[in-house]
């Protein structure tokens, strides 16, 4: 039987510590189960040791390939998990900053949550779009141009690609289904 997703290539990009637990394994489960290859791309080899809520080790979840070595054009979307950890540092990557914006130009959907937009503040690519976050980082990306809304996700379709933002992990249900719908749309 068909999925959603099948023959869809995703792709999530991390640093290997501090990803928010919830924010990588659950889309890597729903993603799956509508039939998507999911690949996630670390900066550095080896696992990924997430975070439970910023505190607590959470389960290690295996890295695929290197950030460094991947390329837009062979994937379908990309999503940015959070954890405040995890998304300060990959917002310094000048790799995961060039990925994000090979993504916009292809007009690919992009997905981030929780703290996960700070990346795209990085790229460039919030400037006019509406968004949503953990409420932490609203004052950084009004201040990057982006309206900010207190919403479970917000799903921007102008700006030449589909941005898809939430806020924490109790919003993943809306968040893993609004990436499904942007790449069935």
């Known amino acids: 039987m068909a999925t959603a997703l099948d023959g869809r290539k995703i792709l999530i990009i991390t640093t290997n ?10 889309p890597i489960a729903d993603l799956k189960e509508a039939g998507a290859e999911v ?3 670390a900066a550095e080899s080896g696992p990924v040791k997430t975070l439970k ?5 959470g389960p290690e979840v295996p890295s695929d ?10 994937y379908d979307a990309l999503v940015i998990p959070g954890g405040t950890l995890n998304a300060d540092t990959l ?10 914006k090979a993504f916009a130009a292809d007009g690919k959907p992009v997905a981030a949550i929780c703290h996960g937009p700070w990346l795209l ?6 400037d006019g779009r509406d968004m949503t976050s953990v ?29 898809i933002t939430s806020r924490n992990p109790d919003d993943l249900d809306a968040f893993n289904g609004a990436i499904i719908k942007a790449l069935n749309a």
């Open 39 to 41: 690949v996630v791309a």
């Open 65 to 74: 390939v290197l950030l460094e070595k991947v390329e837009a054009h062979d």
């Open 91 to 100: 917002r310094a990557e000048e790799s995961a900053q060039e990925l994000a």
């Open 53 to 57: 809520v910023d505190r607590e080790p």
């Open 17 to 26: 510590f501090g990803t928010e637990t919830d924010e990588i394994q659950r």
């Open 135 to 163: 409420p932490t980082i609203c004052t950084d990306l009004l201040n990057a141009g982006a309206t900010w809304t207190d919403q479970e996700v917000v799903v921007d379709t102008g700006g030449g690609f589909p941005l």
């Open 121 to 126: 503040i990085e790229a460039d690519l919030v």
